[in-house]
């Protein structure tokens, strides 16, 4: 996040514009290529657009 320069508050904003409540129901919070963010719902079972995607460390 710091690389990118992406605060805590605007993850979470973009999580609860996404009508999720808690952090922890989104299934993952993408940062797209114009800036934005954009708020996936969990998979339950169906293919992934995630996949292939690099999982940054902590």
Do not use: Y
Not at 1 to 12: Q, V
């Amino acid at each position: 996040m710091k690389r990118e320069r992406i605060t805590e508050g605007e993850i979470m904003a973009a999580v609860r514009g996404a009508g999720q409540p808690r952090l922890e129901d989104a299934g993952a919070v993408v940062l797209e290529t114009d800036g934005s963010l954009h708020v996936l719902n969990p998979l339950r079972g169906a293919a992934s657009t995630l996949e292939g995607v690099r999982i940054p460390s902590s």
